[in-house]
Nanobody, 116 residues
Framework: QVRFVESGGGLVQPGGSLRLSCAASRIIFRDYVMGWYRQAPGKQRELVASITQSGNTNYADSVKGRFTISRDNAKNAVYLQMNSLKPEDTAVYYC??????????WGQGTQVTVPS
């Protein structure tokens, strides 16, 4: 079964940075658009960044200019560099393939906390 394992979250002060990593297994990784999602308490999960097979990126307005998504197809990995973090970025962050023909299982996510 496809598996995503996210890591790199933590507690960081406003204005700080974190780099999230996601390792994918049992998937032909290079064939998929990959994305980072987040889910804040009491809110729906939202897609914040995506990257195509060829490296084209797209961002939600809330993170544009602060977050950078990248991928390493040789390592079956996708990354999210988060700079200038704000309290509203507090959420559990997940990776997945947003346009997969069949929904793929979610990993456990990684918690990012930015205190106000």
């Amino acid at each position: 079964q496809v598996r995503f394992v996210e890591s790199g979250g933590g507690l960081v002060q406003p204005g700080g940075s974190l780099r999230l990593s996601c390792a994918a297994s049992r998937i032909i990784f290079r064939d998929y658009v990959m994305g980072w999602y987040r889910q804040a308490p009491g809110k729906q999960r939202e897609l914040v960044a995506s990257i195509t097979q060829s490296g084209n990126t797209n961002y939600a307005d809330s993170v544009k200019g602060r977050f950078t998504i990248s991928r390493d197809n040789a390592k079956n990995a996708v990354y999210l560099q988060m700079n200038s973090l704000k309290p509203e970025d507090t959420a559990v962050y997940y990776c997945n393939a947003p346009f997969a023909a069949t929904p793929l299982p979610w990993g456990q996510g990684t918690q990012v906390t930015v205190p106000s």
